[in-house]
């Protein structure tokens, strides 16, 4: 059992980080929040919409950066964007894009293959796939793998703006200065259980 009795309410607004060690269930719980496993038992709404009944529409309203970053290597970041604007119907999609990829500091590897970037840079691919369609729920396993002090600065810049534009974050990470930083409600998992 990865869960057991896992029972929570995150507001519409709130930045909620997860804390627990590895093998604890913060992953699970994320996988499942985004509709990516199928729970057992039990029930999940995201924006009043039940996962199960209607995944897909859930899905449009999440977003989603695991360890997978879900990036086609052989595209460059531009390219998967598009695939990734296409797939949401993003309006506007090219300027978003452009407006994202020079956010995440990555204009000058636009073009560059994916498969020729560095763990950082996936994920600062990652964080603007996951910005792209602007979802309601934003959803983060471990961001900071990776990252340099500018890019967690700029990761931590972006997420206090959705927050502040009435997004929902749920963040899992180790680093407790990391994760405190902007949370409004912190929870750890421990065995498959919220035991704070």
Same mark, same amino acid.
């Given at each position: 059992? !990865?869960?057991?009795?896992?029972?929570? #309410?995150?507001?519409?607004?709130?930045?909620? *980080? +997860?804390?627990?060690?590895?093998?604890? &269930?913060?992953?699970?719980? +994320?996988?499942?929040?985004?509709?990516?496993?199928?729970?057992?038992?039990?029930? @999940?709404?995201?924006? &009043?919409? #039940?996962? %199960?009944?209607?995944?897909?529409?859930?899905?449009?309203?999440? &977003?989603?950066?695991?360890?997978? *970053? =879900? +990036? =086609?290597?052989?595209?460059?970041?531009?390219?998967? @964007?598009?695939?990734? $604007?296409?797939? =949401?119907?993003?309006?506007? !999609?090219?300027?978003?894009?452009?407006?994202?990829?020079?956010?995440? $500091?990555?204009?000058?590897? !636009?073009?560059?293959?994916? %498969?020729?970037?560095?763990?950082?840079?996936?994920?600062?691919?990652?964080?603007?796939?996951?910005?792209?369609?602007?979802?309601?729920?934003?959803?983060?396993?471990?961001?900071?793998?990776?990252?340099?002090?500018?890019?967690?600065?700029?990761?931590?810049?972006? @997420?206090?703006?959705?927050? !502040?534009?009435?997004?929902?974050?749920?963040?899992?990470?180790?680093? @407790?200065?990391?994760?405190?930083?902007?949370?409004?409600?912190?929870?750890?998992?421990?065995?498959?259980?919220?035991?704070?």
């Amino acid at each position: 059992t !990865a869960l057991a009795g896992v029972s929570i #309410d995150v507001q519409r607004g709130e930045f909620l *980080t +997860l804390f627990g060690r590895n093998g604890a &269930g913060k992953t699970t719980f +994320l996988k499942i929040a985004s509709t990516l496993v199928r729970a057992t038992y039990g029930k @999940l709404r995201i924006e &009043g919409i #039940d996962i %199960r009944e209607d995944p897909e529409h859930a899905r449009r309203q999440i &977003g989603f950066l695991s360890h997978n *970053t =879900y +990036l =086609y290597r052989d595209l460059s970041p531009v390219e998967n @964007l598009q695939f990734f $604007g296409r797939l =949401y119907d993003v309006p506007d !999609a090219e300027n978003r894009i452009h407006t994202l990829l020079e956010r995440v $500091g990555l204009r000058r590897r !636009a073009s560059d293959p994916v %498969r020729s970037f560095s763990r950082g840079l996936h994920q600062r691919v990652g964080i603007a796939r996951v910005m792209l369609h602007d979802p309601s729920l934003i959803l983060l396993d471990e961001p900071y793998t990776g990252l340099d002090a500018n890019a967690v600065e700029t990761l931590n810049a972006m @997420l206090e703006e959705a927050v !502040a534009a009435g997004k929902t974050v749920v963040l899992t990470t180790h680093d @407790l200065e990391l994760g405190l930083r902007a949370a409004t409600r912190a929870a750890i998992i421990d065995r498959g259980k919220i035991v704070f």
